[in-house]
């Protein structure tokens, strides 16, 4: 559910990056990767409709080059975008030169969609020896990408101690072993992998998550795009620390920790460090896609929320917290959808604020019933929450909407401490269920096409990128 990867989004940039990533491969495997002439690339349905304002064809460009999202400096986007677009050239794998012109050879289809899932694209190549053939990637959401005609359920063969479809399963294996989530999940993760490595893998998330957040409440400016969006994390947390003075991420920890805990104070900085992220998010800075990048936010900032003003500041915690959300994420990308393009926003906002519930819940000393009653009313109170970014920019209402979603998980985690689950009247498996019904039944100008909502009714002029 955690990737480390490049904002804007997750299914239209990170996606259509590691799409390129597995097409350059399917050529290397083919033998044609130094045979290549020429690359043509088709955006379908969402993925042209909101491509320009979600960098989908700077992704693809260096997916092409052979860059990883999770190491490429991001600083470094611009200038090798621009020597794409000057030579007409672009370097496959980052070794054999062919002519490229962006403008030209990636084609956004606004009109056309693929039966399969909203967010499609085409590869189309020729070889020099005038031999052609094309190939087809769907960006299912959260960075997840499935090659036509491949399943997208993972790798099948490993045998989990805990197999686990739906919240139901969940809780069984809960009652039937004692465990909590976060034990149940790191036992099937072995099966994969060292449990030591897990353990790793997930402070490294968390390592770039508050990286993330540090660097948001620190950088100033105006967002990229044309939207003219001032950041505001970085005002937010110098009022809050009134121009206190700190060298690093722990004396920052401290100084924040020292201002107490009033209400609003802490509403302020749960605020703050979910604006700090989705501010890094949209100007293609490194994140953790959680379950997605527009949604990016919601979890550091209930982490955070939890490190800071609950004393959670221990990394068997983090872990905890980290695996207990991803267990919630995977059970709603199995039951519904963690794709805007299939379910609008509820998909995004209300699954990031019904996994950080869950974790928080979890941490916070609830029962597995708790933890799962807490996902359930997050999210509860996003069914139906449309995605109509303004411009297809991942910043209005994208931004501000994470905050929501890290409120609402906290308000959630409260409210189910303080229940009894038994009297609970909706279950995670029905609230699954009903997001999904209503993923069906939503217009598709709500699902990541930018044709309905606010990004129809607030007018703007956004100049061609
Ligand atoms: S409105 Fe929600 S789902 Fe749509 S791009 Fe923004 S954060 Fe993602």
Redesign the pocket.
């Known amino acids: 559910m955690f990737k480390i990867g490049i904002g804007p989004?997750s299914s239209h940039t990170l996606g259509p990056w590691k799409a390129a990533l597995q097409f350059l491969d399917s050529l290397e495997q083919g033998n044609n990767l130094k045979k290549v002439h020429s690359i043509k690339v088709l955006l379908y349905g969402s993925l042209a409709k909101t491509g320009v304002g979600h960098g989908t064809a700077v992704a693809i460009q260096l997916g092409l080059c052979g860059e990883d999202p999770v190491t490429f400096d991001v600083t470094a986007i611009d200038k090798s975008i621009f020597q794409i677009k000057q030579t007409q050239q672009l370097i496959i794998a980052g070794k054999y030169p062919i002519d490229f012109n962006p403008v030209d050879d990636i084609e956004f289809l606004f009109t056309e969609s693929l039966p399969f899932h909203p967010n499609a694209l085409t590869f189309l190549v020729q070889l020099q020896n005038g031999e052609s053939f094309a190939e087809t990637y769907y960006s299912i959401g959260g960075g997840f990408v499935v090659k036509e005609g491949e399943t997208s359920h993972g790798n099948n063969s490993v045998v989990l101690p805990f197999p686990i479809n739906t919240a139901k399963d969940l809780l069984h294996w809960c009652m039937k072993t004692g465990m909590m989530i976060s034990e149940i999940v790191l036992e099937n993760e072995s099966s994969w992998r060292p449990e030591p490595d897990t353990r790793k893998q997930a402070i490294n998330i968390w390592r770039v998550m508050k990286e993330c957040i540090y660097r948001g409440c620190h950088t100033q400016g105006v967002l990229p795009g044309g939207l003219n969006v001032k950041r505001r994390g970085f005002n937010l947390n110098r009022r809050l620390l009134k121009d206190t003075t700190y060298t690093d991420y722990e004396s920052w920890l401290s100084c924040i920790k020292a201002g107490g805990n009033n209400f609003t104070y802490i509403l302020d900085w749960v605020s703050c460090f979910a604006l700090a992220v989705n501010e890094e998010n949209a100007s293609f800075g490194r994140v953790v896609t959680a379950p997605?990048n527009?949604?990016a936010g919601v979890i550091p900032a209930v982490l955070q929320y939890y490190i800071c003003f609950c004393d959670g500041n221990s990394e068997e915690k983090i872990i905890q917290f980290l695996l207990t959300a991803s267990e919630v994420g995977s059970i709603f990308k199995k039951g519904a959808t963690i794709s805007?393009a299939m379910g609008?926003?509820q998909?995004?906002?209300g699954v990031s604020s019904a996994m950080a519930a869950a974790a928080l819940t979890e941490a916070m000393g609830g029962s597995q019933r708790q933890a799962l009653m807490a996902a359930e009313i997050a999210m509860e109170h996003h069914l139906g929450?449309?995605?109509?970014?303004i411009g297809g920019l991942?910043q209005i209402?994208?931004i501000e909407?994470?905050t929501m979603g890290a409120i609402k998980a906290i308000t959630a985690s409260q409210l189910a401490l303080q229940s009894q689950p038994d009297f609970a009247k909706v279950s995670l498996d029905g609230v699954i269920k009903t997001m999904w019904d209503t993923a069906l039944d939503m217009n598709s100008k709500y699902k990541?096409t930018s044709d309905g909502g606010l990004a129809i009714h607030i007018p703007i002029s956004l100049s061609e990128c």
Request: aromatic share 0%.
């Open positions: 989004s997605t527009g949604a805007a609008g926003c998909a995004e906002i929450l449309t995605c109509d970014p991942v209402p994208c909407r994470n990541e």
